[in-house]
């Protein structure tokens, strides 16, 4: 046995006593960032080319973390670091304890991620709370909660009402249905388009934002710029073109629909109501408002969604800001409540279809 092959027996046994309290001992974030760091010195001694070990056990355990690190990314610092904490428990009193109790590396690997991505959070200078008070960041995260929660009800709202569409314009004229049965998808139509237009009209309104007249990107940006502690990088995102282009984008697309809101929702104005019915809405600008909001949104976030919790991040990861943040987990269902709905209006067909077959059937007869 060498020197090497003692300091890793040395760390090993080191390791197992920092987890033999770890379900109480990591709530302190000084004590788990104190586990973390064994972990990483760890794993550089594994790691390094240089490291010759003459111990068998060693040897196996060197081999086995070599095999497993191939199969990883250079993001992948937290699946890193749970084969050592696993190793350490396995040297630990836990061992007997963790083939019949699953929850204790559950409750590690928590805690591994979780300090993980407590550790990114404070490296990132562009993080929310990197830059802004606590009491900013409570306001700050309802504003941005309120916009996403718009914005998944919008995507809902969309989504039906391409449904409703593609229904009554492909199927419904060519077999025909009780006009009756249909009532409740127009007026759904109706309500969720201008709906969708209001939702629109607050998001890119410009109204003076100091005044708190009304809530949108304009005044959530205001907010981010004015609770920044003069952040310069900051700033600096805030006013690069790429952003000032989107959401004046948007607010011009905003203004081609204002007559509708004016005349016809928010309030009437009899004398331009036959103009506000005569403008046309299309889904595919209803369809661009969304889109839009989602990127402005995701880049007036500044992490706050893609480093809430190890869950969502996963989930952005995985499937993209927009499905992940800004869209009803129900709505990617191979078949919805408005699919059920449709299937039983498409009985009808049926049944008509059958009644005809049947009263040509009798005239033949005849």
């Known amino acids: 046995m060498n020197l090497q092959d003692r300091k890793l027996y040395e760390m090993i046994q080191k390791g197992s006593v920092l987890v033999e309290n770890f379900r109480t001992d990591f709530n302190d974030a000084i004590k788990l960032q104190a586990f973390l760091e064994h972990i990483d010195r760890f794993f550089e001694l594994i790691d390094n080319p240089e490291t010759k070990f003459e111990c068998d056990n060693c040897i196996n355990i060197q081999k086995r973390f070599k095999r497993e690190k191939e199969e990883m990314t250079e993001r992948d610092i ?49 993080y ?32 039906y009402c391409k449904k409703i569409v593609s229904f009554l314009e492909e199927e419904f004229p060519q077999n025909g249905v009780l006009l009756l049965h249909t009532r409740f998808l127009n ?15 607050k ?35 805030l006013g690069n073109k790429e952003l000032k282009k989107e959401m004046k984008k948007g607010q011009e697309k905003c203004g081609e629909l204002k ?35 989602v990127k402005i ?24 800001f927009e499905k992940a943040v800004c869209r009803n987990i129900y709505d990617s269902v191979p078949k919805t409540d408005l699919d059920e709905y449709l299937d039983v209006l498409r009985m009808f067909f049926i049944d008509k279809l059958k009644l005809k077959e049947e009263e040509r059937d009798e005239k033949n007869e005849n």
Request: charged fraction near 30%.
């Open 78 to 126: 937290a699946w890193r670091r749970k084969m050592p904490a696993k190793l350490f428990l396995y040297n630990s009193t836990w061992k007997d304890k963790m083939e019949e109790d699953e929850e204790i590396w559950a409750d590690m690997d928590r805690f591994l991620t979780e300090g993980t991505m407590d550790e990114y959070n404070k490296k990132n200078l562009m």
């Open 128 to 159: 929310y709370k990197n830059f802004m008070t606590y009491e900013a960041q409570e306001k700050y995260e309802s504003m941005l909660e309120l916009i996403r929660t718009e914005l998944v009800s919008y995507s809902t709202k969309l989504m």
């Open 187 to 201: 007026t759904f139509l109706n309500t969720a388009v201008s709906e969708m237009i209001l939702v629109a009209m």
């Open 203 to 237: 998001l890119f309104a410009t109204t003076n934002t100091s005044k708190n007249e009304n809530f949108g990107f304009y005044q959530l940006k205001d907010y981010i710029s004015n609770n920044c502690n003069g952040n310069k990088d900051v700033r600096a995102y």
């Open 259 to 293: 007559i509708i809101r004016d005349a016809l929702i928010a309030h009437y104005d009899i004398s331009r109501v036959q103009e506000a019915r005569e403008t046309r809405v299309s889904f595919e600008d209803l369809e661009e408002w969304y889109n839009l909001s």
């Open 297 to 320: 949104l995701e880049k007036l976030s500044f992490y706050k969604f893609h480093r809430q919790d190890c869950a969502y991040a996963m989930m952005i990861n995985i499937h993209g």
